[in-house]
DNA sequence: TGCATATATAAGCATATGCTTATATTATAA
DNA sequence: TTATAATATAAGCATATGCTTATATATGCA
């Protein structure tokens, strides 16, 4: 398992995509699979479209994935990203965000599509 | 070696400090060591003032510590900050400017006053 | 087809950011 | 004490950022 590194302007680059509480919310709450938007609306509880703009940025950096499943759109980690290896540090070291997933499930608002 | 979980506001906020170019070289610079402002200023080949001004924003936050002496003013990592941990993961991950401070000797501009 | 839902995009605006130039502060040295 | 060097701070400015509201696009369903 070689260690590669990762110039310092491509980390700057998703550190600063990181460094926003937003941000690193979703992240952290795809850290373990995949959610839609109306699902981050209702955990962070903010607009729609602050919510796709937050992606939005996330998907231009390549740091998410998007999946269309039907009328949604599902995002996830894009774990072939350069600096995934920094974002899985990281994840690592804050709490994790399951159990906002969870209290979303118990209130019935978790999508499900498979 | 119990890890400590970092709240996401105050992981959010080193971040958002270490996703700046500059800023991020200022730490892998002194990640094995101090150095003084005209050393930053002369590997980063910025102003005085836009380096003054990065180190104050990192030395607000406590990422770094500060130390006269003479006329110069030291900077080096705070390793007690709550966010280090994320800071040491980052700094394993990016190439070291040891080079850059090597360069700087050799040119007979690092600042030794011990 | 037409309507509802999910999402994206656009435009506008207030605030944050990072530089510049000018000046203040602190310490050393003559 | 005066001059110089190292650093900090202040003010100004252009650009970036993150929200808002309004609207566009795409999908599913009656």
Redesign the pocket.
């Known amino acids: 398992m070689e260690k590669t590194m990762i110039d310092i302007d491509t980390a700057a680059q998703s550190l600063?995509l990181l460094g926003?509480k937003?941000r690193l919310t979703i992240i952290g709450l795809i850290s373990e699979g995949e959610c839609?938007?109306?699902?981050f609306?209702e955990v962070l509880q903010?607009?729609?479209?602050?919510?796709?703009?937050?992606?939005?940025?996330l998907r231009d950096a390549g740091l998410v994935k998007?999946k269309?499943k039907?009328?949604?759109?599902?995002y996830s980690l894009n774990k072939d990203h350069e600096t995934y290896p920094i974002t899985k540090q990281i994840l690592a070291q804050i709490p994790d965000q399951i159990e906002k997933l969870r209290a979303l499930e118990r209130a019935g608002l978790r999508?499900q599509c498979d």
């Not at 839609?36 to 699902?39: A, K, L, Q």
């Not at 039907?70 to 599902?74: A, H, K, L, N, R």
């Open positions: 600063k926003d937003t839609c938007v109306c699902e609306v903010m607009s729609q479209p602050s919510v796709s703009q937050h992606l939005r940025k998007e269309r039907g009328q949604w759109i599902f999508i």
